[in-house]
């Protein structure tokens, strides 16, 4: 019921509007389902969003923008599923809620939340007339001031600054603690010497050699070390390589075989020569025979 007389005063606010205002504003939705808080968030200007409840006074609505601008909001509620809680008393039903680029609904529904689920919003009012800005997803919409209910005042306060809800402003520092009590100075000891600070962290200085002693009138030279000589290693044989040794290979059977043949050359010549026959050369006979 709640929801029907929300959306037909939305309506009638839309009608009796100048004509300018009214073809600048689109026609909103008699109803929608908000269900899902973040996953259609709205876009636009949030305080500029006001200028679509023209409804309202336009002095109201000014004043109204100023103060989102300055991020001076009256009030921090909780929206459950079947409450609106807050400082002051609020009206369950939402309103007139905008939606990604500039859709508008002029009744909103939570029929779907847990009875655990709770999310925040500001609230800027002028009299019972109230704009709410939810800081999950700036669906910037209206709900009404009702007497009576609330919790008490300080509680519903954001310790930080919501997103897309207008300027930042510091954020409270709770109270200040009260300041530390001076402590008096302390009073030196008569008859103790003072320890100047920091010389108990120096260590005493080394003094070398004795003390009547004047400085050294040269500094002696140390030893120098000689380093022995290098040993030197033997040089690797050199190992021929493979075409080396295929090469001396060929001489050595190169020369057995030139004197082989020299050798059978040879002993062929001496087999083949004519020896002298006895006919050929008679014996002289000796004189007296």
């Known amino acids: 019921m709640l929801h029907a007389l929300a959306a037909l005063a939305w309506v009638a606010g839309a009608l009796f509007a100048p004509p300018s205002v009214r073809a600048a504003t689109p026609a909103p939705a008699p109803s929608c389902s908000w269900d899902r808080p973040g996953h259609d968030s709205f876009t636009g200007d949030v305080p500029a969003a006001v200028d679509r409840y023209v409804d309202l006074a336009p002095d109201v609505r000014e004043r109204l923008k100023a103060r989102m601008r300055r991020h001076d909001y009256d009030d921090v509620v909780e929206i459950s599923r079947d409450r609106i809680a807050g400082r002051a008393g609020y009206g369950s039903s939402i309103r007139g809620m905008h939606f990604g680029e500039g859709r508008v609904c002029a009744s909103v529904s939570r029929e779907r939340w847990s009875e655990d689920h709770v999310e925040r919003a500001l609230v800027y009012c002028e009299g019972n007339d109230c704009v709410m800005v939810p800081t999950v997803c700036r669906n ?150």
């Open 140 to 289: 910037v919409s209206r709900i009404q001031r009702v007497p009576g209910g609330g919790a008490p005042p300080g509680e519903g306060e954001l310790p930080f600054d919501p997103p897309g809800a207008g300027a930042p402003t510091p954020v409270p520092m709770g109270d200040v603690p009260p300041e530390m009590p001076v402590m008096p100075e302390p009073v030196p000891l008569t008859g103790v010497p003072v320890t100047p600070p920091g010389a108990l962290l120096t260590p005493p200085r080394a003094v070398i050699g004795p003390p009547s002693a004047g400085p050294p009138t040269s500094i002696p030279t140390p030893p120098v070390f000689v380093l022995p000589p290098k040993l030197e290693e033997p040089p690797v044989p050199a190992v021929p390589e493979p075409s080396t040794l295929w090469t001396s290979a060929a001489g050595v059977l190169l020369l057995a075989s030139l004197v082989l043949r020299t050798r059978s050359l040879t002993g062929s010549f001496v087999l083949s020569s004519p020896c002298p026959s006895p006919s050929r050369h008679p014996r002289r006979r000796r004189h007296g025979a």
